[in-house]
C-alpha cells in the first residue's frame, strides 16, 4: 500500500525573488504544521514542482525573467500541478482587471503585500485543510479498491484479480506470440491441521504460504488465493519449457517447508511451538499449448491439479 500523504505535513512552495521576502514568510509560515520549500526565481519554482507535491503555492506577481503570470500559466497547463491552488502575493495589480487575469492564469486567491500575518495564515490553514482532506479521501478509495481485490488474510490478489489479470495476460501472450503459464496449487493435508489445532493456526499456515509465494515470483507474475486451501499463479514471459519446470519444482521445495505454530489452540497437551507440513498437488496450463482464453486454462490447470492429488494419494 502507498504511503497516508494525508498524515504528512503538507508542503507549501513559497515563490518570490527577494531573499527578505522569503525569510519573512518563512517566519510567519512557522506556526502551521506544513513544510516549507522556497524558490526565488519562476524556473526554481517550475523545478520544484517537479520534484514535490504541493498543498499550496505561494507566488509572487513581480519577479524578473519570469513573472508570477507565467509561472502560474505553465503549471496550469501541465496535468500533474493544474490542480495545485496558488495565490499570487502582490503589492501591485489588486484591481478587479487585474485579479481578473490572474485567475485566468490559475490563481484562487490573493494577498496582498506587506503581507497581514492573520490574513496569511487564515487562507493558508485553508488550503492545508483541503490538502489533507484531499489526501485522506484519495487514501481512502484506494484502500476500498485494495481490499475489493485482495485476500484479507494473505493480502494475495483474491479470485477477481486473479481473472481480470489472467485474462488481460492470455490476450497480451496472444498478441506478443509468446507464453503464459497458470499454476493451480492445492494444500494436501490442510484440513486436518485445521481442525486439530484450530482455525488460527490454519490462518498462520495459510499467511506463511502466502509470504513464501510473494518471494518467489517476480513483479511481473500474480501468485493469488483463490479461496480456502486454493492459490494460483500467473507465470508472463516464460521463455522455455525447462525455466517453467525449474520454477514448479522450487515452488513445491519451497511451500513443502515446515511451518512452526508458535502457542497453537490444541485439543491435546502439546508444546508452546510445534511444526507441521502440508502438500502440494499443482494443475499447469500453458497458452496457447493448452487453450487460447482464460476459461480453457483453468479448466486445464484444475483438471491437471486433481489428476496430480489423485496419484499423490
Known sequence: MPTNTATLPGKILVVDDIPANRVAMR????????????????NAALSACLDHEFALILLDVQMPEMDGFEV??????????AHTPIIFV???LTDDLSR????????????????????????VKVFLDLYHYRCALAAAEAHARHLATHDPLTGLPNRLLFSDRLTTAVARAQRENRWVALIYIDLDHFKPINDRYGHPAGDVLLRTIGKRLSHLFRDSDTPARLGGDEFAVILESLETRTQLDA???????TLEQPVTLDRPETRDSAAEALCVQVGISLGIALCPDDGTSAEALIHAADLQMYQHKQQRR
Open 72 to 81: 502560474a500559466t505553465l503549471l496550469s497547463e501541465n496535468e500533474t500541478t
Open 247 to 253: 520454477l514448479c519444482a522450487r515452488l513445491v521445495q
Open 27 to 42: 517566519r510567519l509560515l512557522s506556526k502551521l504544521d506544513c513544510t516549507l520549500i522556497e524558490a526565488g526565481s519562476g
Open 100 to 123: 481578473l487575469q490572474g485567475y485566468r492564469a490559475g490563481a484562487v486567491d490573493y494577498i496582498a503585500k506587506p503581507v497581514n500575518e492573520f490574513i496569511l495564515l487564515s487562507k
Open 90 to 92: 502582490t503589492a501591485a
